[in-house]
């Protein structure tokens, strides 16, 4: 990583602005608004997603993207499916969900790697995995299926616990979980990682999994699109672009925290972002790119990846079969743009 890291910051150095780093796009779709569908929310791990789109995009030569905010993981990837927007960062679990049922849908390119989340529990209840199959011992998830419970499944399988052993309350809202968790009505919740500071200084709470020690790669969201309009060439070089300014700014990210913050704050949707101060923003920056990899330089996005979480799904239910790989995910625009980019 380190010689990209070099690579990246002499062309911050230098000065070097959108329209110069992509000088092939910036004139084949001058002008061209893309309408993309996004989450419902931005958190720190979003930035270099929303600074490539709503930045880097028109710094080259696109006008302002049209963005509609979307809560529901699954309905974005139905929205995309009937061709309501160009792209959305779909779901992976929804999404190869869909291609199973026949929908013509495919993954183009990577919003982030890994999550930012962590399953964190109650340490007075469960004190090693074999806890949770104390019916008392609750997990509570917003819903079974959804990409952190299929997650949570490969997890808790690694440490011999079938999660259908387990008791899963669904409850909407971060906060509500947070609070039950709390109150002792359920012994573990997943939680994004620079909350669980302040959780453990509330009781005797601890993390019992961060993914990105459990998984060699986590694929939470990618860019998804229909493929009647994928057809199109002007389509598919918009793709390309699409997919270097995402790794330009993934590779910014990582190698600059200035630019990370500077788009936290403008872009992030949590309480009090704009005036989040460095002391607080730095960790969350370093513990995104140096140990959970969010961002990786080469835009982590082979179809290999896909394949080896397939067993994993599987064991979860959220797939199946065997999805067609070769059509649910397609990796040649990503391979483009690093061929563009050099």
């Known amino acids: 990583m380190q010689t990209s890291r070099r690579k990246t910051l002499a062309l911050l150095a230098a000065g070097i602005g959108g329209a110069m780093i992509f000088p092939a796009f910036a004139r084949a779709q001058k002008g061209r608004s893309l309408h993309l569908e996004l989450q419902g929310f931005s958190l720190g791990i979003h930035m270099p997603e929303l600074m490539a789109i709503r930045d880097l995009l028109v710094q080259a030569g696109y006008a302002a993207p049209k963005l509609d905010r979307i809560e ?3 309905v974005l990837t139905q929205s ?5 927007a160009e792209a959305g960062d779909s779901d992976i679990v929804s999404a190869l969900r869909a291609t199973e049922a026949g929908a013509k849908i495919t993954l183009v390119g990577l919003v982030y790697n890994s999550t930012d989340q962590v399953l964190a529990v109650n340490a007075d209840k469960i004190k090693s995995y074999a806890d949770f199959k104390n ?3 609750a997990i509570a998830l917003n819903s079974r299926g959804d990409f952190i419970y299929v997650m949570l499944s490969g997890a808790l399988a ?3 616990i079938d999660i259908d052993d387990t008791t899963i309350v669904e409850m909407g809202g971060s906060g509500s979980r947070l609070k039950a968790l709390l109150s002792g009505r359920v012994a573990a919740v997943p939680v994004h990682f620079n909350q669980s500071d302040d959780l453990m200084k509330q009781g005797n709470f601890k993390v019992l999994v961060e993914p990105w020690k459990v998984y060699d790669r986590w694929i939470s969201e990618a860019w998804a699109v ?4 994928l057809a199109d060439k002007d389509n598919q070089r918009a793709l390309v672009d699409l997919n270097k300014a995402m790794i330009t700014s993934f590779r910014r990210a990582n190698a600059d925290y200035s630019y990370f913050a500077a788009g ?3 872009y992030a949707t949590e309480p009090d972002a704009a005036t989040v101060t460095d002391a607080a923003l730095r960790p969350v920056w370093q513990k995104l790119s140096t140990e959970v990899h969010a961002w990786p330089d080469d835009g982590g996005f082979k179809r290999e990846y896909f394949k080896e979480l397939l067993p994993v799904y599987r064991q979860a239910h959220a797939i199946k079969a065997e999805p067609d790989l070769n059509t649910a995910v397609d990796p ?3 391979d483009q743009a690093l061929q563009e980019l050099g």
Do not use: G, P
């Not at 229909?226 to 309009?229: A, D, G, P």
């Open 72 to 74: 529901s993981m699954q």
């Open 80 to 84: 995309i499916i009937a061709n309501s």
């Open 135 to 137: 019916t008392d011992n």
């Open 158 to 160: 690694r440490n011999k």
């Open 226 to 229: 229909n493929r009647s309009w």
């Open 264 to 266: 936290y704050r403008k």
């Open 332 to 334: 040649r625009f990503v």
